[in-house]
Nanobody, 119 residues
Framework: VQLVESGGGLVQAGGSLRLSCAAS????????MGWHRQAPGKQRELVAS????????NIADSVKGRFTISRGTAKNTMYLQMNSLKPEDTAVYYC?????????????WGQGTQVTVSS
């Protein structure tokens, strides 16, 4: 299973970016997907997560009202729309996916995409 993120880059404060995550090599739908980020010198933190049907989301307080997570129409795809970006949003953003199949839990991570917000 491979998760591939895209859409990161350099943007000025107040700008927007849209991150995408697409999975390959998996037959079943993930039970949950999410975005995490890690800034230099800080621990990785959860930004947002979404269930398989896209009906339930969890958004970190630090980005609530600015970021929106959604599932794509293609199976096992996910997006993060980031608006009103701030310099403190600068981090490597990682896609995460969880599958609960056949009595076991499988946890996958992408390699990350850099988001840099300039002031």
């Amino acid at each position: 299973v491979q998760l591939v993120e895209s859409g990161g880059g350099l943007v000025q404060a107040g700008g927007s970016l849209r991150l995408s995550c697409a999975a390959s090599g998996v037959t079943f739908s993930f039970n949950a997907m999410g975005w995490h980020r890690q800034a230099p010198g800080k621990q990785r933190e959860l930004v947002a997560s979404i269930n398989s049907g896209g009906t339930s989301t969890n958004i970190a307080d630090s980005v609530k009202g600015r970021f929106t997570i959604s599932r794509g129409t293609a199976k096992n795809t996910m997006y993060l729309q980031m608006n009103s970006l701030k310099p403190e949003d600068t981090a490597v953003y990682y896609c995460n996916a969880v599958g609960r199949w056949f009595g076991s839990q499988y946890d996958y991570w992408g390699q990350g995409t850099q988001v840099t917000v300039s002031s």
